[in-house]
């Protein structure tokens, strides 16, 4: 999923990180350190020491100094490199996520955007009752839903297919990705001539630290007629 994240305060919004850093493009290295500093907010961004950059990768784009286009064999990203003036960051590059082709905290893939050291993410088992009504419809009904309370965000519900009226579900062409939690596919509900469209999400394949979450189905609670936990 698409996040925000809540800074803790000002202070924090630079973070000087532990891990080792490596981002690729066209199966080359443009960076690679172990002194990376991130910078938090949005859009969420590492920032490297030229230092650590690979040599005549990185091609000036301005009179200042502050934009490049970076060059890994055949691979060319326009104008994806970037300073910032800021003096806690000086002589640190940071490069467009989604212009690259892969990045690496320590040796794991990370995906979407990079992972903030203030997120918490904790997957819990329940017995609470979770109702889900669309169009005068109850759609999902459970006693054992798996909570997921991640910082910043709501608390999301996450529902066994077998307590989901799965005869009701429309499969989405819809995806998204979240770093935390893996790459997530969708459903629209359909009720009568009522069509709810992507408002159940759930993970094939999520990342290992939310693994009781698999092929579980969420529902977003403020686009549902109703949304019951406990009654």
Not at 93 to 117: I, N, Q, T
Not at 152 to 166: A, F, H, M, N, W
Not at 211 to 223: E, K, M, P, S, T
Request: hydrophobic share 40%; proline share 6%; net charge negative.
């Amino acid at each position: 999923m698409t996040r925000e994240t809540k800074l803790p305060s000002a202070e924090h919004d630079i973070v000087d990180m532990a891990k080792w850093i490596r981002v690729y493009l066209g199966g080359e290295l443009v960076a690679s350190s172990r002194r990376v500093k991130l910078k938090r907010g949005r859009p969420m961004s590492y920032f490297f020491p030229l230092a650590d950059v690979g040599d005549d990768m990185l091609v000036p784009e301005n009179e200042d100094g502050s934009l490049w286009t970076v060059k890994a064999g055949d691979a060319v990203a326009q104008r994806a490199a970037w300073a910032e003036d800021d003096p806690r960051l000086a002589d640190y590059v940071a490069f467009k996520w989604h212009e690259m082709d892969a990045w690496f905290e320590e040796d794991e893939e990370v995906h979407v955007h990079p992972r903030d050291p203030y997120t918490r993410i904790d997957v819990l088992p329940s017995s609470r009752h979770v109702r889900v009504e669309i169009a005068g419809e109850t759609v999902a009904d459970t006693r054992r839903p798996v909570l997921l309370f991640e910082t910043g965000l709501q608390t999301r519900y996450y529902i066994p297919k077998v307590d989901v009226r799965r005869d009701l579900l429309v499969p989405s062409d819809k995806q998204t990705g979240c770093p935390y939690k893996g790459y997530a596919s969708y459903y629209s509900v359909r009720v009568g001539d009522t069509l709810a469209e992507d408002v159940v999400w759930y993970y094939p394949f999520p990342e290992p630290e939310v693994a009781r979450i698999q092929g579980l189905l969420a529902f977003y609670q403020g686009r549902v007629d109703g949304f019951y936990v406990d009654e």
